[in-house]
């Protein structure tokens, strides 16, 4: 008798907090477990709050994970050290992602970042271009480019369109970052590349392993972030092994 009392009191308590929890953060039957059972060490159930927390947390971080990098551009008004190949890869990549995971309906909370990273790429891209004096390339660059994505995201493109992009991110993600890891060797510094930005990236792309397997299942979209990580585990290293050399400092030494 005791323990009903418990329960429906819990029950009344949670009540207005319920409809939050079980359409962002965890099924229903896990809500029971947790506030009617009062089961917190449920393993099915934590693994979905770990992985849907992990998820919006990651979702909210992309919003500024690379604003850093644009701030450090506008702030030197130099673009020196970025490829702008590489962007173009990394931003297939991150299209790629983002046509799938609509076309496959999955959960905004499991593929949310790629907007946001996909808006601030752009950003980059065009400055990359606008700093080197190609302005109007720069803005061409980013019509074209919402012109293709409207024309991916669309229902009546083909399955097998978006299917083989997302399949082709995994070459894309490593030449990107090949290139961009080759261009910080040849130069001997990593230029205008933001530490905060790369640690970041390189953070996110390792929680989303867990997340993609977590939330979606799809070994193609998993095996896509197990790539990612490396690549971008690479820049990371760089950004560390280059630390205290500057551009500046680079061409006194010189």
């Known amino acids: 008798m005791a323990a009903s009392e418990r329960a429906e009191a819990a029950t009344s308590f949670m009540d207005p907090l319920k409809d939050f929890l079980v359409n962002y953060l965890m099924p229903e039957k896990c809500y029971d477990e947790f506030f009617l059972n009062f089961n917190f060490l449920h393993v099915d159930c934590l693994k979905i709050i ?94 074209i480019y919402f012109g293709l994505l409207a024309v991916l995201i669309c229902p009546l493109t083909p399955m097998s369109v978006v299917t083989t992009m997302q399949a082709s991110n995994m070459p894309a ?33 390792l929680a989303r392993i867990f997340t993609t397997v977590q939330e979606t299942g799809d070994s193609l979209m998993a095996l896509t972030y197990v ?16 630390w205290n050399v500057s551009p500046a400092l680079k061409k006194k030494k010189e």
């Open 50 to 143: 770990i992985s849907k927390g992990l998820g919006i947390g990651i979702i909210l971080g992309s919003v500024l994970v690379k604003l850093p990098q644009i701030l450090k551009l506008i702030g030197a008004k130099s673009a020196e050290g970025l490829s702008f190949n590489s962007v173009l890869l990394e931003l297939f990549a991150i299209t790629g992602t983002m046509a799938y995971s609509i076309a496959n309906s999955f959960p905004f909370s499991a593929w949310g970042e790629a907007l946001f990273l996909m808006l601030q790429t752009v950003a980059i891209g065009f400055l990359i271009q606008h700093y080197a004096g190609s302005t109007i390339k720069g803005l061409g660059f980013v019509v």
């Open 227 to 242: 790539i990612s990580s490396c690549c971008n585990g690479l820049i990371a290293a760089q950004v560390l092994y280059y």
């Open 173 to 205: 993600i490593i030449f990107g970052r090949l290139i961009q890891a080759g261009t910080n060797y040849r130069n001997g510094h990593t230029g205008q590349l933001s530490a905060i930005s790369v640690f970041l990236l390189f953070a996110g792309s």
